[in-house]
């Protein structure tokens, strides 16, 4: 889906503010493994290259939709994340991309949402291209888009993910006990961060 359908394009301001230069290299040591899109071509190798974390913008559609497609494949519009994203209300000035020669390597995209009544983000997707998945590339992405919510005062952020991977960044799932998604989940992946105390009902637009 394209991004002008749910916001309006994102401009300058804070989020250009909050743009994190994130210089991320990995030694070209080791045999290479190309990735493919669906369609068969090869993707970008990244491995080698530098990657710079910056708002999103609406230029970045096509990109994005192929890194969405190498990372997840079809599989994702099944998931419950998808059916809160149907709803939900893109926030373009707190979504950010790493880009590297031209390439859009990481994505991460923050929603409106609410739970009950608790107006709240929802965070996803997070997207690493398969050659910079060992370098700290998806941490730094969930780490800016933390800190352009904190700035805003706003929150908390909600996700559906792997918890080792999330509780490093505060996000936790004992506080989400009582959240509802449109969907089946395994309540172990659902988690929060921010929230200032025990969250509860369904979520919503």
Do not use: N
Not at 143 to 155: F, I, P, S
């Amino acid at each position: 889906r394209a991004v002008g359908r749910r916001g309006a394009p994102p401009g300058g301001g804070l989020a250009a503010q909050l743009a994190v230069i994130a210089v991320l290299t990995r030694p070209a040591t080791g045999p290479k493994r190309p990735a493919l899109a669906p369609g068969g071509e090869v993707l970008a190798d990244m491995s080698t290259t530098e990657a710079v974390i910056r708002p999103e913008t609406p230029a970045d559609g096509r990109r994005i939709e192929a890194l969405l497609d190498h990372a997840f494949g079809p599989g994702r519009f099944v998931k419950v994340s998808e059916r809160v994203r149907e709803f939900a209300r893109f926030r373009p000035d707190l979504s950010f991309c790493a880009e590297a020669e031209g390439e859009v390597v990481g994505l991460v995209r923050l929603w409106d949402i609410h739970i009950g009544e608790t107006p709240a983000l929802f965070l996803g997707p997070l997207a690493v291209h398969s050659g910079r998945r060992l370098d700290g590339l998806g941490g730094r992405l969930v780490e800016c888009v933390g800190a352009a919510a904190d700035k805003l005062g706003q929150g908390p952020i909600l996700l559906v993910g792997d918890p080792p991977f999330f509780e490093r960044f505060g996000y936790a799932a004992p506080p989400t006990v009582g959240v509802r998604l449109p969907g089946p989940v395994d309540p172990r992946r659902v988690l929060v961060r921010g929230a200032a105390c025990p969250l509860s009902g369904h979520v919503r637009a």
